[in-house]
C-alpha cells in the first residue's frame, strides 16, 4: 500500500515514520528538492499544480493526503477525480479562507471572538465600534505561524495595517480575554468512528507555538469533543483534525481548526498509545483506530531557528528529540523535545530544563 502526500516536510517526514511499522510505502510532492521526507519515500520534486507530477502521484498512491493547509484546494479536487484524497477537499476549502472558516463555527454553534469581514480601510474604520481594540488584522488566506496579522491597539494603527496587508481580503478579530489556549485533535475513519485525544494546552510567542502539554481529566475535554465532533460530521471528514480553541471562563471559542495532524499533537508520539501520525494513517486508510489513551506525563517543546547540542537533550532523561533535517533559520521550526514520565515532580524538572535549552538557542 502506497500513501501520497501533498508535501514532503516534518509532518510528512512523521507521517512516514509511523506508516513503516505498518508496511506502507510514500510518495510525496514537494518543490523543495531537499524536502525533510525525500529520504523516507518516493519524491517528486515540483509544483503541487504540477499537470504532469500530479498525474503521476495520482496513478502510484492508493491514497492521498497533505501535512499543509495551503495546498491549492483546486489541486485536491483534481485529484479526488482520479484517487482517493483524504482529508476530503471541501475541509481544506474552508480551512483556507478564515472568514469561511469563523462563519462555518457559528453556523455549527461554536462561539468565536467577534469578527467582521475587510475589503478595505473603510471596512476597517466601520468594524471597530462593534469588535473593540485590541484587535488584530488577518489576511483572510495564507499565513501561519504569526504571518499576514497585524495587531491593531488604537484608530491610530488602522491605516498603516491596511496599507502592510497590501489590498489583500482580510477579517478583523477582537481579541479574548482567555486563561487558556487549548486544542483538541481528533481521528474519523471513512466509516464515522471517531476517537478523541486529551486536550493540549499550548503556549505561544510571536505567534509561534512553543510547548504543549497534555492534560488528561480536564474539565474542558467534553465540551471540547462535541465541537470537533461537529466538525467532523458536518464535513464528513476522514483523517486526524485539529481544533484551536481559547478558555474563557470554561467556555470555549473556536479560534481556527487545521485538516492535517498538528503540532500540538507532537507528544502523541511516544505520550500515547498510538500516535495521531499513526491513527491519521490508520483513518485513511480505514483501518481500526488505535487508542488515545496518553502514557503518564506528556509533552512537546519546539525549537524555533536553532537547535541545542543533541548529546545536551539526550542526556536528559525521559526526553526524546526529533530532529527535521532543516537548516537553522531565524522563525523556523526546526526540531521538537517530547518529555514522558509517570513521576509528576521528575516531569516538571525536566520540562524546565528542556525549556530553558529551547530559550537559549530560540531565533524567532
Not at 269 to 291: K, Y
Request: proline share 4%; net charge negative; glycine share 8%.
Amino acid at each position: 500500500m502506497k500513501v501520497g502526500i501533498l508535501g514532503g516536510g516534518q509532518l510528512a517526514r512523521m507521517i512516514a515514520l509511523a506508516g513503516y511499522p505498518l508496511g506502507l510505502q510514500f510518495v510525496v510532492l514537494d518543490p523543495d528538492e531537499h524536502a525533510g521526507a525525500g529520504g523516507l519515500s518516493e519524491h517528486l520534486h515540483g509544483a503541487y499544480d504540477d499537470p504532469d507530477l500530479l498525474a503521476q502521484l495520482a496513478e502510484k498512491a492508493d491514497v492521498v493526503t497533505y501535512e499543509f493547509e495551503n495546498v491549492p484546494a483546486h489541486v485536491a479536487e483534481f485529484l479526488s477525480s482520479h484517487t482517493t484524497v483524504y482529508p476530503p477537499a471541501n475541509a481544506l476549502a474552508v480551512a483556507q479562507d478564515r472568514l469561511v472558516e469563523k462563519n462555518f463555527f457559528n453556523d455549527l454553534g461554536i462561539g468565536t471572538a467577534p469578527y467582521a469581514a475587510v475589503d478595505n480601510l473603510h471596512d476597517l474604520q466601520d468594524a471597530m465600534p462593534n469588535i473593540g481594540f485590541p484587535a488584530i488584522l488577518k489576511s483572510r488566506r495564507m499565513g501561519y505561524d504569526g504571518k499576514g496579522q497585524m495587531v491593531l491597539k488604537s484608530t491610530d494603527d488602522l491605516a498603516a495595517a491596511w496599507q502592510a496587508m497590501q489590498g489583500a481580503p482580510s477579517i478583523v478579530e477582537g481579541f479574548v480575554s482567555f486563561q487558556r489556549e487549548v486544542s483538541i485533535i481528533a481521528a474519523r475513519r471513512p466509516s464515522g468512528d471517531i476517537v478523541f485525544y486529551p486536550l493540549s494546552e499550548n503556549q505561544h510567542s510571536g505567534g509561534i507555538l512553543r510547548l504543549a502539554t497534555a492534560c488528561t481529566n480536564d474539565a474542558e475535554q467534553a465540551m471540547a469533543e462535541d465541537y470537533v465532533r461537529r466538525l467532523l460530521e458536518k464535513l464528513d471528514y476522514v483523517g486526524v483534525i485539529a481544533l484551536e480553541l481559547f478558555d474563557v471562563d470554561g467556555q470555549l471559542l473556536a479560534n481556527e481548526f487545521a485538516p492535517r495532524v498538528h503540532n500540538s499533537g507532537h507528544w502523541t508520539i511516544e505520550g500515547s498509545e498510538t500516535s495521531q501520525f499513526e491513527n491519521h494513517l490508520r483513518a485513511i486508510l480505514d483501518l481500526p483506530l488505535g487508542s488515545t489513551q496518553t502514557r503518564g506525563f506528556a509533552a512537546m517543546i519546539n525549537f524555533i531557528g536553532g537547535l541545542p547540542q543533541t548529546q545536551e537533550l539526550l542526556n536528559l532523561s525521559h526526553v526524546h528529540c526529533h530532529l527535521y533535517d532543516k537548516a537553522p533559520r531565524k522563525g523556523r521550526k526546526v526540531a521538537h523535545a517530547t518529555l514522558r514520565t509517570d513521576d509528576a515532580e521528575v516531569f516538571t524538572q525536566t520540562l524546565a530544563k528542556v525549556s530553558a535549552l529551547a530559550q537559549r538557542v530560540d531565533q524567532s
